[in-house]
Nanobody
Framework: QVQLIESGGGLVQAGGSLRLSCAASGRTFSSDAMGWFRQAPGKEREFVAF????????YYADSVKGRFTISRDNAKNTVYLQMNSLKPEDTAVYYC????????????????WGRGTQVTVSS
């Protein structure tokens, strides 16, 4: 059974940092692209960051560019999201996703999803 399990969320003050992890099990994802998405209360899920299979290509939403960094360790079957300079508007449930089914990685069409981890940024 394939599982993506996010961890590392929590409560942090504005300007602080968190590092999210997404550990995959059930199969190896070393050949798959992966992404992070988030959903704030009352809002639609939105794209945050994308990383290709090797980690050589990464893309970010404009709202997080320069503050967030996506990375992966294929030996550990894990992808990370380092979040710095956090803002209250970053408050959301963050989801890890693997294996996009379309070429547009921002659309949220991925084969596998985690259950999410809550990130709350206080002002």
């Amino acid at each position: 059974q394939v599982q993506l399990i996010e961890s590392g969320g929590g409560l942090v003050q504005a300007g602080g940092s968190l590092r999210l992890s997404c550990a995959a099990s059930g199969r190896t994802f070393s050949s798959d692209a992966m992404g992070w998405f988030r959903q704030a209360p009352g809002k639609e899920r939105e794209f945050v960051a994308f990383i290709n299979w090797s980690g050589g290509n990464t893309y970010y939403a404009d709202s997080v560019k320069g503050r967030f960094t996506i990375s992966r360790d294929n030996a550990k079957n894990t992808v990370y999201l380092q979040m710095n300079s956090l803002k209250p508007e970053d408050t959301a449930v963050y989801y890890c996703a693997a294996t996009p089914t379309t070429s547009d990685y921002r659309l949220g069409r991925y084969r596998y999803w985690g259950r999410g981890t809550q990130v709350t940024v206080s002002s």
